[in-house]
Antibody, heavy 119, light 109 residues
């Protein structure tokens, strides 16, 4: 049974950075694409980027280029999403999501991590 | 970037009725690379359909997907009380730029 367990809620100041983790169990991380999706309060889903660990390649939505970094630590089966230069509009629930193999449709989701950006 | 437009924004229906949700892509999706998700308040999205028409594991057959090219439909044949939620489409035709539609809320009339 595949499970994705994310780190806990964060409160950050504008201009700072946040790093959210997503630990996978019940399957290998390296052979699956991992995406990060966020959802601002009362809003829809927004794809941020993805990584394919076995190829060590990541690509990002244009909106977040230069401000986001997705990485993995295969030794702990954990994926990370770091977002820099935080602003109030980044307040959202951040989800990791995994497909089957390299597919980019998502049967597996983390529980979500609320990141609040406030001065 | 492929933009997905979902309509209507809100659908007000009664249990037992049929729901038809639309998702239109700004350019044709090759190989029907489109998925549908259901999301309830406070929960992560749940995969319903992938490949435009294949039901995910454990999804009841009252949910069906159809369409190709730029126009896709999610149909719920008879609404059950637990089906009232927000539904999103997602394209994965462009692996470097995935995207979601804005969502359709199915509410109880």
């Amino acid at each position: 049974q595949v499970q994705l367990v994310q780190s806990g809620a964060e409160v950050k100041k504008p201009g700072s950075s946040v790093k959210v983790s997503c630990k996978a169990s019940g399957g290998t991380l390296s052979t699956h694409a991992i995406s990060w999706v966020r959802q601002a309060p009362g809003q829809g889903l927004e794809w941020m980027g993805r990584i394919i660990p076995m190829f060590n390649t990541a690509n990002y939505a244009q909106k977040f280029q230069g401000r986001v970094a997705i990485s993995t630590d295969e030794s702990t089966s954990t994926a990370y999403m770091e977002l820099n230069s935080l602003r109030s509009e980044d307040t959202a629930v951040y989800y990791c999501a995994r497909g089957l193999g390299l597919s980019d449709w998502f049967p597996y989701w983390g529980q979500g991590t609320l990141v609040t950006v406030s001065s | 970037e492929i933009v997905l437009t979902q309509s209507p924004g809100t659908l007000s229906l009664s249990p037992g009725e049929r729901a038809t949700l639309s998702c239109r892509a700004s350019q044709s999706l090759s190989s029907s690379y489109l998925a549908w998700y259901q999301q309830k308040p406070g929960q992560a999205p749940k995969l319903l359909i992938y490949g435009a028409s294949s039901r995910a594991t454990g999804i009841p057959d009252r949910f069906s997907g159809s369409g190709s090219g730029t126009d896709f439909i999610l149909t719920i044949s008879r609404l059950e009380p637990e089906d009232f939620a927000v539904y999103y489409c997602q394209q994965y035709d462009s692996s470097v730029a995935l995207s979601f539609g804005g969502g359709t809320k199915v509410e109880i009339k």
